[in-house]
């Protein structure tokens, strides 16, 4: 099941798609703590688990958090994370997928199989889970709001980390947490709200991961929320194939360019970059459940 991505999606109308060049190395390593090596962005562009581990590992980011984001991504990425000891796998139904297969009929039979993927022990998140306003209208939000308190109580009965996806959602995500109650561990995903919002979440105790957003030039409110972010709540992601970092947005992303990322948060942190790579490792083993 390794030999080829799960799912591809169209990028021939963004621009030039050759892949950036490979980073200076960090001074000390960070793993990325949300990728979709799955996903082909063109279909032509799959990069392949050796080589993009390969890749990855030559700039001093040698773990990878995979996550399977529908039902065949969330069991690539267990059977993937079960062959290479450096992945560690996150399963759920998106939010997108849950009115889908609430209409087909599929959804109480899709999280059941989620419910099972999730015993295994390469499994360390529940995620990516959440609300999405953004891609589904309000006809839709109800079912996704019910599939998001499912997960929510699959990560507590598992003790797994809850992973969010939360876009232009985050006052019903904050509700449903509250109300639902959070399990021990939460991370937000590609964390997308103010500097308000990261004080809310980190005064909690939870996770913010920060993607290759944080350096976009249009992203002056979410360097806010980073630069008021403790660093021992700071993490890193690339949400490859995709938020491909500046300064070659629109390219494909990989798990190799997060030292761009990092390299943009230590200048907002005002951080030594080898601290911050110390942090945030040492803060992915705690959010994520221990090494890997």
């Not at 200076?24 to 279909?43: K, S």
Request: net charge negative; hydrophobic share 40%.
């Amino acid at each position: 099941m390794t030999d080829g991505p799960t799912r591809v999606r169209g990028g021939a109308d963004r621009g030039p798609r050759e892949r950036p060049p490979a980073p200076e190395p960090l001074p000390r390593p960070v793993a990325d703590t949300h990728c979709h090596l799955d996903i082909a962005d063109p279909p032509e562009d799959w990069l392949g688990v050796d080589d993009a581990l390969a890749a990855s590992a030559a700039v001093g980011v040698p773990r990878i958090v995979q996550i399977g984001c529908d039902l065949p991504g969330a069991r690539w990425a267990v059977e993937t994370a079960s062959r290479y000891e450096q992945l560690v796998a996150g399963v759920a139904l998106h939010p997108n997928e849950a009115p889908r297969l609430l209409e087909t009929g599929q959804l109480d039979d899709a999280l059941a199989e989620i419910d099972r993927l999730a015993a295994d022990d390469v499994v360390r998140a529940v995620g990516e889970t959440g609300l999405d306003h953004f891609r589904t209208g309000p006809d839709g939000r109800a079912v996704q709001e019910e599939s998001f308190r499912a997960h929510i109580e699959l990560a507590k009965r598992h003790g797994k980390a809850l992973v969010i996806h939360d876009r232009d959602a985050h006052e019903d995500v904050l509700r449903v947490l509250a109300d639902a109650g959070a399990p021990d561990r939460v991370v937000f995903h590609c964390f997308s709200g103010d500097h308000e919002m990261a004080r809310y979440c980190t005064e909690r105790g939870w996770w913010l991961s920060f993607a290759g957003t944080v350096t976009f030039k249009n992203a002056a409110g979410l360097r806010g929320a980073l630069a008021v972010t403790p660093l021992d709540r700071v993490l890193v992601e690339t949400d490859a194939p995709y938020l491909t970092p500046t300064p070659f947005r629109g390219r494909p992303n990989a798990s190799y360019l997060v030292p761009l990322t990092v390299r943009a948060m230590a200048e907002v942190l005002g951080a030594d970059l080898e601290e911050l790579c110390r942090a945030i490792d040492a803060t992915t083993e705690t959010a994520f459940g221990g090494p890997w």
